[in-house]
């Protein structure tokens, strides 16, 4: 069975950092692109980092500067460093990936890891 566990989640300060990851089990053949999503209460779902196979990095405009994205494919691991976090960046935050799983490509989704910015 595939799936993606996030761990790191918690409670910081304003200006403080946390360090997301997000680990994919199962008999995985191959990990293509992954995502961190981050839904707020009351708010949609919005993309705040991609990683592509190849390593290439993507970011909006609000979190630009401050979260980077990495991956470690031997560990079919994806992180989420955020640093600078404000009250706004207050979410449960996803992971996302794309994963060949024998000779299909399929979606999975994490569960989930609240991240509250607060003093």
């Known amino acids: 069975q595939v799936q993606l566990v996030e761990s790191g989640g918690g409670l910081v300060q304003p200006g403080g950092s946390l360090r997301l990851s997000c680990a994919a089990s199962?008999?995985?053949?191959?990990?293509?692109?992954m995502h961190w999503y981050r839904q707020a209460p009351e708010k949609g779902r919005e993309l705040v980092a991609t990683?592509?196979?190849?390593?290439?990095?993507n970011y909006p405009d609000s979190v630009k500067g401050r979260f980077t994205i990495s991956r470690d494919n031997a560990k079919n691991t994806v992180y989420l460093q955020m640093n600078s976090l404000k009250p706004e960046d207050t979410a449960v935050y996803y992971c996302?990936?794309?994963?060949?799983?024998?000779?299909?490509?399929?979606?999975?989704w994490g569960q989930g890891t609240q991240v509250t910015v607060s003093s």
């Open positions: 199962g008999i995985i053949s191959r990990i293509n692109v």
């Open positions: 996302n990936a794309n994963l060949r799983v024998g000779p299909q490509e399929y979606d999975y």
């Open positions: 990683i592509t196979s190849g390593g290439t990095t």
